[in-house]
């Protein structure tokens, strides 16, 4: 028999359930108009120009189409001149023209550009003003944020953390006290390692490098006299190579210098002085070869450390009259590899009862200068004494001027004499630095962030014979 025919699609047969009505009374469905449809690109890019960056990208999270229009470059260029004024990124000193051609992006926003740009067949020029704005916008806010932390919930906890020298009088700080920056405890950050010394007198004061625990970590000790009570006055981090080299100071007025292998655990000694006199050192800054100290007697020396490590060198002192504590100091290499820059920010005092924020500027070198004999130059190279010589010193100077200035002088009051005294308060509670920026707190909470710029006098005074000072700029201070 023959076969079967096989059935037909289903697609191909009518059902018989259809609707007998006129197409007249079932009109054909359109779709609703909304904002998408109804609107160009280019008149919601023209909405977009009017808002901020961060409800510029809160837009993105609307829909398909908003993320592309909110993601347009060319609007992100809007964003970016009209923020920053300028088309280029910071950090290209000495161009300030807007005409300049703009400077490269990092490396980790150049790696997604290129990606993005062969993937939508972009010219080689192409620049991501998205990424642009990104960047200058972390640079000019400090790329930092702020957590607060709270309080612990028992009092004698916080009260072990002060320096022995806090007396609370009625809620507040007596005005005839204040804190004892020596004694406060001393934290450095080094990579993924934790480095800690208390700042109270103990009979082995002990400074502990560790990662998870304190206790897991590695203790430095120090052995004093025995019945004396000794505490660790300032410790800094060699930041010349990318190894751990550590300066320790203690009350006793001496000091230790130890290179620290954390993954095999030791920790060597490289220098110790044993010396009794002099103050003690608060603060300290360690760039190798040079060492810069300060006493709490605005005392700073300055020592040059031998290859390999051997007693340092003295090779220059320093002091001032007109600096206070709290304070802090850095050294870095400064224009060329023999230079050096040595960058003290402290509190000055401002008539009759405030304070205000200092930095101090001094740059050395270890080149002897042009026009030293050969005699000179090469008797301090036989004995392992290189030259270090003081390029110029300057300050800024905190002073008021005494009288009345009229309103209606040429130049009328300077804004920097006002921001100068919008900058006072009575008491500080600390100062830090980044050599860019000085970051100034007050004990009633508040905290100024000052930018450095460079012009204007000397403050230091010298009382080594040989140093020659030289009148150059000043770092002033901008809100």
């Known amino acids: 028999m023959p076969k079967r025919s096989r059935s037909p699609l289903?697609?191909?047969?009518?059902?018989?359930?259809?609707?007998h009505t006129s197409s007249a009374k079932c009109p054909k469905q359109l779709p609703v108009p909304n904002f998408d449809t109804i609107s160009s690109d280019e008149t919601v890019l023209a909405i977009f120009t009017f808002l901020d960056p961060y409800d510029l990208c809160?837009?993105?999270?609307?829909?398909?189409?908003?993320?592309?229009?909110?993601?347009d470059n060319h609007l992100w260029r809007i964003m970016f001149l009209r923020e920053f004024s300028q088309s280029r990124l910071r950090g290209s000193r000495g161009f300030t023209a807007t005409n300049r051609e703009i400077k490269p992006l990092p490396s980790r926003a150049h790696s997604r550009t290129e990606k993005w740009r062969l993937d939508h067949d972009l010219p080689e020029n192409y620049t991501n003003w998205r990424w642009m704005f990104r960047i200058s916008s972390n640079w000019s806010r400090g790329r930092c944020t702020a957590t607060v932390q709270r309080a612990s919930a028992h009092p004698g906890d916080l009260h072990s953390y002060l320096p022995s020298s806090y007396t609370p009088?009625?809620?507040?700080?007596?005005?005839?006290?204040?804190?004892?920056?020596?004694?406060?405890?001393?934290?450095?950050?080094?990579?993924?390692m934790a480095i800690y010394a208390s700042g109270q007198t103990s009979p082995a004061p002990?400074?502990?490098?560790?990662?998870?625990?304190?206790?897991?970590g590695l203790q430095i000790r120090h052995d004093p006299s025995?019945?004396?009570?000794?505490?660790?006055?300032?410790?800094?981090?060699?930041?010349?190579?990318?190894?751990?080299?550590?300066?320790?100071?203690?009350?006793?007025?001496?000091?230790?210098?130890?290179?620290?292998?954390?993954?095999?655990?030791?920790?060597?000694?490289?220098?110790?002085?044993?010396?009794?006199?002099?103050?003690?050192?608060?603060?300290?800054?360690?760039?190798?070869?040079?060492?810069?100290?300060?006493?709490?007697?605005?005392?700073?020396?300055?020592?040059?450390?031998?290859?390999?490590?051997a007693a340092p060198i003295l090779?220059?002192?320093?002091?001032?009259?007109?600096?206070?504590?709290?304070?802090?100091?850095?050294?870095?290499?400064?224009?060329?590899?023999?230079?050096?820059?040595?960058?003290l920010a402290h509190a000055s005092p401002i008539y009759p009862a405030h304070w205000s924020p200092s930095v101090t500027d001094i740059t050395i070198s270890t080149q002897p200068s042009s026009d030293s004999s050969p005699s000179d130059t090469l008797s301090p190279l036989l004995h392992g004494s290189p030259h270090v010589r003081i390029l110029s010193s300057s300050s800024t100077t905190n002073q008021l001027p005494t009288g009345w200035i009229p309103d209606g002088t040429p130049d009328g009051i300077p804004e920097e004499l006002r921001l100068r005294w919008l900058r006072k308060v009575s008491h500080v509670s600390g100062i830090q630095t980044d050599g860019k920026f000085v970051v100034f707190a007050s004990e009633d909470g508040g905290i100024q962030a000052c930018l450095l710029?460079?012009?204007?006098?000397?403050?230091?005074?010298?009382?080594?014979?040989?140093?020659?000072l030289q009148t150059s700029t000043q770092c002033a201070l901008n809100l």
């Open 10 to 19: 289903l697609g191909s047969i009518i059902s018989v359930k259809y609707a």
């Open 58 to 71: 809160s837009a993105q999270l609307v829909n398909k189409h908003w993320s592309r229009l909110a993601t």
């Open 169 to 192: 009088l009625d809620g507040t700080m007596d005005s005839d006290r204040c804190l004892d920056s020596s004694r406060a405890a001393h934290i450095l950050l080094v990579g993924d």
């Open 206 to 216: 002990t400074v502990y490098i560790f990662r998870d625990c304190i206790n897991s």
């Open 226 to 309: 025995p019945g004396s009570l000794v505490s660790v006055t300032t410790v800094c981090l060699d930041h010349s190579s990318g190894g751990t080299r550590l300066a320790i100071f203690y009350s006793d007025h001496s000091w230790t210098i130890c290179t620290v292998d954390y993954e095999r655990r030791h920790v060597a000694i490289d220098y110790s002085s044993t010396s009794r006199s002099g103050a003690a050192i608060i603060n300290a800054a360690f760039h190798h070869p040079i060492l810069v100290t300060l006493s709490s007697s605005f005392r700073m020396c300055i020592y040059y450390l031998q290859t390999p490590l």
């Open 315 to 343: 090779k220059h002192t320093l002091s001032s009259y007109s600096g206070f504590t709290p304070l802090t100091m850095t050294l870095a290499r400064y224009r060329t590899p023999d230079q050096y820059r040595i960058l």
């Open 453 to 468: 710029r460079f012009q204007s006098e000397y403050g230091w005074y010298s009382d080594s014979p040989d140093l020659g």
